[in-house]
């Protein structure tokens, strides 16, 4: 049960750092800051914290014993975390426009919230 335990919160740490670290990066392109957002620990920190998040991720999910496509949360989880990713992009990379990537920003911090929200109540519509 500790290992267990350990790795829950370890997520939930990661998953935590990784929304402060987006709306930072969030905050400083849209306050025009691209020179800070092109630092290389900049660029480099949110990869790493991700990639620790999805190991915890997997692991919790095999520890847990639950099969992803008879869990619907699971599934709202991993279709919330792909729109936040494609908007998150947008926001940060590819948006065209300040306003465009505002809205993506916006967007993104909705599923955001959606993904945690499901996490906390493991239902597909928590609110």
Known sequence: MYPYLILKHAHMGFAYLSILLFAARGGLMLGGK?????????????HVIDTLLLGCAIALVVMGGWPILHSPWLIAKIAGLIA?????SV???YGRSKPSRLIAFILALACVAYIVLVAKTKMIAPF
């Open 34 to 46: 691209q020179h800070i957002l092109a630092l290389k620990p900049v660029r480099i920190l949110p």
């Open 84 to 88: 936040y990713i494609a908007l998150g």
């Open 91 to 93: 926001a940060l990379k």
